[in-house]
């Protein structure tokens, strides 16, 4: 692989425009190239380059066999650049300028520009830098005042009752410089530290042992005397608010009627502060780790540029350069590198019990291996479902099904109750693609998304989940058109009516299945992202939330599929299946408006939470656009069930327009932050996801289109086919 796409690779997403433009610069080196290219001279010989400077050292003056070891002076004529330092008024850190000594050679101004170019990239790259080293300290320095309340809430949890007096206390202390105050802490005279070196001890045992010295026991195992052992202080814990209470519906009542809600210093309360604090060193450590690879890089991409620009230019400029490079902040500086192995000891010796490996294993978890048998099932099984639609396509032509009597019945009846798996099949090849693309387009969706690393699912393990899931509906349609055009498949009665039931039954237990098999982690996320989805005002709404309530509200055809089932098999019509009047009884009417409401007011509460607790006025109308939905929604559905009344169908009209609109200027200009007048892509945004700019025009194109077609079913001017109203209702965000 080449430098360059290594070198993209590599890159953080977010941090993308602080990167060096490496194929700037080289576009820069091929215009340098061209003009020397044009402008060389016809050769005198055609002896080839290297053989002629081969002959031509023959020739050159003999320094001495001593001279080797001396720092022979640089000649003037091979100095090429002059890099200084230039201090700015307010600024801390020097601008980096570089002086080209030959600007009036043949080309001297392609040159000139590169250099400027590399200048102007080399100090942005040291700013957004030496930025990110001082947010990490800051970081760190937070991080430090939380370990000091876990450590003080360490101490009051094993130790609640037990108090210091002043005598011994001060005996404790009296090698220490900082003196202590009382406070409640229980210690024994000598302390057990299994070392495995002086390098993983925290400072604490180093000043214990430089102070006291180590006794040895017969056990092997180092023994620390405490002497000189400053214990933490418990007042911390009178400043400190401990946010570990689990957001349920319950506790966010009593936060509503009180909120001065009493700490009890349980052990509890202390393993969900030290399991938040692990969480937080982890991400903590994984931001040093990205910010280390950004330095690394960046050198890498600034030694490779200059090697390229030597090669072009027959220049020696790369080695005075690169010099500067090592010397500055960014090629110096080893703050970062202390601050990792500071969290490394730390962690290591507070939350692994001084075993140096545990710790890393928690800091650097291994990522997840891609296994061929995932690969090969998910192609095996996508072959099979296409082969059993091959199959169906075949026996509904050769039994004539589409002519036979019982069509009618069988598309009424046994139809939605496939329908439902096609929605759900279908929308989690949609997942997967996204999926597909986040990872393409280097979309950390599982840090986004707060999936515990090494849980997320791949894309081809979503694609496996879909094809498996096609196979078994595929399979239970054409045994049920077996029995049903069979004409000996009276003998089954109502057995065949239950096919449906059972292929539904068998997907609800295995997502609930409390065993861990088939992604257990995923089922139960996605589980509790659901209910907090209908819970929504008594929950605070996270990422998960909102997306799964997003793309649940594409989801009505298939929720409106789940209520057939309840009437079809509920109220006993599939005994009969040719007296079926599910939609003709009032309940089932009620319920169909309901069904449709429910995923755009979960998503309309969700807004209103979040109005509250931000105090932004965007969630007021974002709110505003899904109640405009649910407000089509209702009319609509009254439409379709009042058929022939002018009223519900104006209603219905001017309720959609108003919400397709709004819609669709919410998706285009809100979300998805397009039609910006003044961007450097037209009418689009300045940061783009994806490369190709006719993907985001493409994508507002068949928006309205789509919205457009959806106005038109409202109408009555055409019927929409049911794929083509899900790819209508489910909208892609590029975001």
Same mark, same amino acid.
């Given at each position: ?6 070198f ?8 993308q425009k ?5 194929n700037?610069?080289k576009?820069v080196?091929?215009?340098i ?5 044009r ?13 002629l400077?081969?002959?031509?050292s023959?020739y050159?003056a003999?320094s ?9 002076p ?8 002059? !890099?200084d ?7 801390e850190?020097?601008?980096y ?16 520009l590169?250099?400027? +170019?590399l200048d102007d990239?080399f ?13 990490m ?11 000091? /309340? ?5 101490m ?10 002043k005598a011994?206390?001060?005996?404790l202390t009296s ?6 105050k ?6 024994n005279?000598?302390q057990?530290v ?5 390098r ?10 430089e102070?006291?010295?180590?006794q040895k ?11 000189g052992?400053r214990p933490a202080?418990?007042e911390?814990?009178?400043?400190v ?9 319950v506790?966010t009542?009593?936060?509503?009627l009180?909120?001065?809600? /009493? ?7 202390l393993?969900?502060?030290e399991?938040?604090?692990?969480k ?5 450590y ?6 280390k ?6 050198l ?16 020696k400029?790369s080695?005075?350069?690169m010099?500067m490079?090592?010397?500055?902040y ?14 490394? !000891?730390?962690?290591?010796?507070r939350f692994?019990n001084?075993?140096h490996?545990?710790?890393l ?11 061929h ?9 996508s072959?099979?479902?296409?082969a059993?639609v091959?199959?169906?396509v075949v026996?509904?032509?050769a039994?004539?099904i589409?002519?036979s009597p019982g069509?009618? +019945? ?6 939605p109750l496939?329908t439902l ?5 279908l929308?989690?090849?949609m997942y997967?693609?996204?999926i597909?693309?986040?990872?393409h387009?280097?979309?950390?969706y599982s ?7 090494g ?6 393990? !979503?694609?496996l989940?879909?094809?498996g899931l096609?196979?078994?509906a595929l399979?239970c349609?054409?045994s049920n ?6 004409p000996?498949?009276?003998?089954f009665?109502a057995?065949?009516e ?9 997907v ?9 098999i088939?992604y257990?982690?995923?089922?139960f ?8 989805c209908?819970? /929504? ?7 998960p939330?909102?997306f ?13 599929n ?19 009047r599910?939609l ?6 009620a ?6 409401i429910?995923?755009y007011?979960?998503?309309?509460i969700?807004c209103l939470? +979040?109005?509250?607790e ?7 109308f ?9 407000v089509?929604? !209702? ?10 009344m002018t009223?519900?169908?104006i209603?219905a ?5 108003v ?7 919410w998706?285009?200009v ?5 039609? +910006?007048?003044n ?10 996801l994806?490369p190709n ?7 507002m ?11 038109q ?7 929409t ?12 965000h590029f975001n």
């Amino acid at each position: 692989m080449k430098f360059g796409k290594e070198f993209e690779s590599q890159m953080v997403q977010e941090w993308q425009k602080a990167y060096m433009d490496y194929n700037g610069l080289k576009t820069v080196l091929k215009d340098i190239l061209r003009f020397k290219q044009r402008n060389a001279s016809t050769p005198v010989a055609s002896t080839p380059r290297r053989s002629l400077k081969r002959r031509m050292s023959l020739y050159r003056a003999f320094s001495g066999l001593t001279n080797r070891y001396r720092n022979s002076p640089r000649n003037n004529d091979e100095e090429v650049i002059l !890099v200084d330092a230039v201090q700015q008024d307010g600024s801390e850190l020097g601008q980096y300028q570089t002086t080209f000594l030959k600007p009036g050679e043949i080309g001297g101004e392609y040159e000139l520009l590169f250099f400027r +170019r590399l200048d102007d990239e080399f100090n942005k790259v040291i700013s957004f830098y030496k930025l990110k080293v001082e947010e990490m300290m800051e970081e760190a320095n937070e991080l430090s005042k939380q370990m000091d /309340a876990l450590i003080a809430l360490r101490m009051k949890v094993h130790n609640p009752m037990m108090k210091f007096d002043k005598a011994a206390l001060e005996k404790l202390t009296s090698n220490s410089s900082t003196r202590t105050k009382s406070g409640s802490l229980h210690m024994n005279v000598i302390q057990e530290v299994e070392m495995s070196g002086e390098r993983y001890m925290d400072d604490e045992i180093k000043e214990t042992v430089e102070t006291s010295g180590v006794q040895k026991r017969g056990n092997g195992r180092k023994v620390v005397s405490i002497q000189g052992f400053r214990p933490a202080s418990l007042e911390v814990l009178d400043h400190v608010k401990l946010n570990i209470t689990p957001e349920t519906p319950v506790s966010t009542l009593k936060n509503i009627l009180n909120s001065n809600v /009493a700490l009890s210093f349980t052990k509890k309360e202390l393993r969900k502060v030290e399991e938040r604090m692990i969480k937080a060193f982890t991400e903590f450590y994984r931001k040093l780790q990205l910010l280390k690879r950004y330095c690394f890089v960046n050198l890498m991409a600034f030694s490779k540029i200059m090697k390229k620009y030597d090669k072009i230019a027959s220049r020696k400029a790369s080695k005075t350069y690169m010099e500067m490079v090592e010397n500055s902040y960014l090629g110096s500086s080893d703050e970062v590198s202390k601050l990792m192995e500071r969290v490394e !000891v730390n962690f290591t010796e507070r939350f692994a019990n001084g075993n140096h490996r545990k710790g890393l294993r928690i800091l650097r978890p291994k990522t997840k291996r891609e296994k061929h048998r995932i690969t090969f099932s998910a192609g095996f099984f996508s072959g099979c479902s296409l082969a059993l639609v091959a199959t169906i396509v075949v026996l509904v032509r050769a039994r004539d099904i589409l002519r036979s009597p019982g069509r009618g +019945r069988y598309m009424e009846n046994i139809f939605p109750l496939y329908t439902l798996f096609g929605f759900i099949v279908l929308h989690m090849l949609m997942y997967s693609a996204n999926i597909f693309f986040w990872k393409h387009y280097r979309v950390n969706y599982s840090f986004i998304f707060g999936f515990k690393q090494g849980t997320e699912l791949d894309y081809r393990e !979503v694609f496996l989940l879909s094809s498996g899931l096609a196979v078994l509906a595929l399979a239970c349609v054409i045994s049920n058109l077996d029995m049903d055009m069979d004409p000996g498949a009276s003998i089954f009665g109502a057995l065949t009516e239950l096919v449906p039931l059972g292929l539904l039954t068998v997907v609800i237990l295995i997502t609930i299945c409390p065993l861990n098999i088939i992604y257990r982690s995923s089922r139960f996320f996605l589980l509790r992202c659901a209910f907090r989805c209908v819970c /929504a005002p008594l929950y605070k709404v996270t990422l998960p939330d909102f997306f799964l309530a997003d793309q649940l509200t594409s989801q009505v055809p298939a929720f409106r599929n789940l209520q057939f089932y309840v009437c079809y098999y509920g109220w006993g019509y599939f005994r009969k299946p040719s007296n079926n009047r599910c939609l003709e009884s009032e309940v089932s009417q009620a319920f169909y408006f309901a069904v449709a409401i429910i995923p755009y007011w979960s998503r309309l509460i969700q807004c209103l939470r +979040r109005l509250v607790e931000e105090k932004d006025v965007k969630y007021a109308f974002n709110g505003l656009k899904y109640f405009s939905i649910v407000v089509a929604l !209702v009319t609509r559905t009254g439409n379709e069930l009042k058929m022939g009344m002018t009223t519900w169908k104006i209603m219905a009209a001017v309720s959609s327009g108003v919400a397709t609109i709004y819609a669709t200027y919410w998706d285009i200009v809100i979300d998805w932050g397009l039609l +910006r007048r003044n961007s450097i892509n037209p009418w689009l945004r300045d940061k783009l996801l994806v490369p190709n700019r006719n993907v985001y025009y493409v994508a507002m194109v068949l928006n309205v289109l789509l919205r457009l077609a959806w106005m038109q079913s409202v109408l009555g001017l055409r019927e929409t086919p049911v794929l083509h109203r899900y790819f209508m209702l489910y909208s892609i965000h590029f975001n």
